[in-house]
């Protein structure tokens, strides 16, 4: 762990070198250029002066948003513009419409009211901005899961499309088309962009295993996705850990590679989006539709999700020291792995719940089960325990080993630290799945104030039915959050937020939990049964300088600011991909 936290704050830095380089209106516009090929849109100089007014630390770095963006532009505007429509116009497929008109936006008719929260959090994000971005409509999915998977052969064909070998043009207009408005005007039923789709653009697929069917056909055909089903849910997949992890296959190594599905065709087994979603209208064609998240693979276009942005999980601790929502020191803490959470990640009726994330950490969590053993890298003694792979070392520095320890030797280590409990009732489970549930993890604990986490050392973060609306508010607290690599991903991915530097990863599958536990925590000496396993002094130093530049970072680049600044300059290139005049406007000075 030492060297992946030493790297990554090599990597932090250099990646922030190249994110903030430019100084200057000028040098924004030449690095655009560079970086993208083209002509920023127009607008583009508002745009920087709204982002450098707000000290934004991210000024050339959006090229996640431009790789959302890329395969639009083998899509004419025009037909980009009827699939929006054809997108919303029926509330069956739970993509809400957002107008905007002469500066100001509008939602749609038939938004559900459970989920207007989404659509005002948005107009929110924009009001200060609203008046300086183009007319156009956009299509909001207002589900948890992504909806967008387009098929290898597919995808393949949009990209090369995509690309456009032409020169930069010596001169572009600086403005959107003057009429542009008329573009998304639905009302003449003579029109042929205004004719319902001859294919509904979604179907169902709720309740079913979706790894197959959806999740892996971005995958190459020769990928172990796609040319591999994985059946045997009781042996690690040791080759699907490999190319996103350090030698020992503990800790993660590669935070982007381990969201793809193309080397893991066990993440089929492993999170509930892929087991049995609860609310899954995908489509295979390309459909403009924004998402808060999305899965490797998918092809939704991210935006900050307005649950951040209108506190619906918010970092709000009491200022009086006394109080138990009080944020204390790191070293004042508790020293506890701390995680509440629902069965929501998806719908279980023959057994897949054994499978989903959630349920799976809070049973290692718990795991009094005879015979229950975890791998932890430890180290060594002329005795140990059962070694799995091979031995790292350093010159002068203490061997480390990875052991196959007995849960019941957990206490005696200094390891039983843990505190993860499902709470409420369980939920989104048929027939037998729910008493089985209930069973497992009996008692069920009650819902704790969202400000109590800050009592405790480690906070453990996991995605649900889509991602996890916490790990924000993690992240400016004084403790350390230890994020599960689930499936989904969000604006912020891509370099901003960094692994290792301002967050503890795991994988899914929760092979390096104890090992970081242990890392952090130290150990004690053990020696029972013929087991004999060496002293670890902890981390306690790292784990809080990794939380304090983490909620340092947090404050200058995930603020509601940066959410403005990231959708600001997403609405700018949306409007001049959807502008029929697109190949012929853009910023110059």
Not at 22 to 38: D, F, N, Q
Not at 522 to 551: F, N, P, Q
């Amino acid at each position: 762990m030492d060297s992946l936290i030493n790297a990554a704050s090599i990597q932090h830095d250099v990646w922030l070198k190249q994110a903030s380089a430019s100084k200057t209106l000028r040098e924004c516009v030449a690095e655009y250029r560079r970086r993208y090929k083209r002509h920023p849109p127009p607008g583009f100089d508002a745009w920087y002066h709204y982002a450098t007014e707000r000290s934004s630390v991210v000024i050339d770095d959006f090229d996640n948003l431009m790789d959302d963006l890329r395969l639009f532009w083998a899509i004419k505007p025009a037909e980009i513009r009827k699939r929006t429509r054809d997108a919303f116009v029926d509330p069956w497929n739970e993509v809400a419409q957002l107008s905007i008109r002469s500066g100001k936006a509008e939602i749609g008719p038939d938004v559900k009211p459970t989920h207007r929260w989404m659509l005002d959090g948005v107009i929110a994000m924009m009001k200060n901005y609203v008046d300086k971005v183009p007319d156009m409509d956009l299509g909001f999915n207002i589900n948890d899961e992504p909806r967008i998977a387009i098929r290898y052969n597919d995808l393949q064909s949009l990209y090369k499309q995509s690309v456009s070998n032409e020169p930069l043009k010596a001169t572009v207009i600086n403005e959107f088309s003057i009429d542009r408005a008329t573009g998304w005007n639905y009302s003449d039923p003579s029109d042929p962009a205004n004719l319902p789709p001859p294919n509904p653009p979604f179907i169902d697929h709720s309740f079913t295993q979706t790894f197959h069917t959806h999740g892996s056909i971005a995958c190459p055909p020769l990928s172990l996705a796609r040319r591999s089903w994985y059946w045997d849910t009781r042996t690690l997949c040791t080759t699907c850990l490999i190319p996103h992890s350090d030698s020992t296959g503990l800790f993660l190594s590669n935070w982007t590679l381990s969201a793809s599905p193309c080397h893991q065709p066990d993440l089929a087994h492993l999170h509930g989006f892929y087991l049995s979603p609860a609310a899954f209208k995908p489509s295979t064609s390309l459909y403009p539709v924004f998402s808060q998240s999305k899965a490797e693979g998918y092809a939704d276009i991210r935006y900050p999700s307005p649950w951040n942005y209108i506190d619906k999980a918010v970092y709000a601790p009491s200022p009086n020291a006394s109080d138990p929502f009080f944020d204390p020191p790191f070293t004042e803490k508790k020293d506890a792995l701390f995680w509440r959470g629902a069965t929501s990640e998806g719908v279980s009726r023959y057994g897949e719940w054994k499978g989903m994330a959630r349920q799976r950490f809070v049973h290692m969590a718990n795991n009094n089960s005879a015979g229950a053993e975890f791998p932890i890298c430890l180290p060594s003694l002329p005795s140990p325990l059962h070694i799995t792979s091979s031995s790292t070392s350093k010159p002068k520095q203490q061997r480390y080993t990875t052991h196959v320890v007995p849960y019941s030797l957990f206490p005696h280590l200094g390891l039983n630290i843990t505190d993860l409990a499902l709470v409420g009732n369980i939920d989104r489970c048929w027939d037998s799945d729910c008493p089985s549930q209930t069973q497992e993890f009996c008692p069920l604990t009650q819902k704790s104030d969202f400000q109590s986490h800050w009592q405790h050392k480690y906070l453990l973060d996991l995605d649900g039915a889509g991602f996890s609306g916490r790990f924000i508010p993690f992240l400016q607290s004084r403790s350390l959050p230890i994020k599960v690599a689930g499936v989904f991903r969000e604006w912020w991915d891509g370099g901003r937020v960094r692994a290792w530097k301002h967050f503890v990863p795991l994988d899914v599958r929760g092979m390096g939990l104890w090992s970081a536990v242990a890392y952090f925590t130290g150990t004690r000496r053990v020696s029972m049964g013929g087991v004999h396993v060496g002293e670890m002094r902890d981390r306690l130093d790292v784990g809080e300088r990794i939380a304090e530049e983490g909620r340092e970072w947090a404050g200058k680049a995930m603020r509601k600011e940066d959410m403005e600044i990231y959708f600001y300059r997403l609405l700018l290139e949306w409007g001049r991909l959807t502008d029929d005049r697109r190949e012929e406007i853009g910023f110059m000075e």
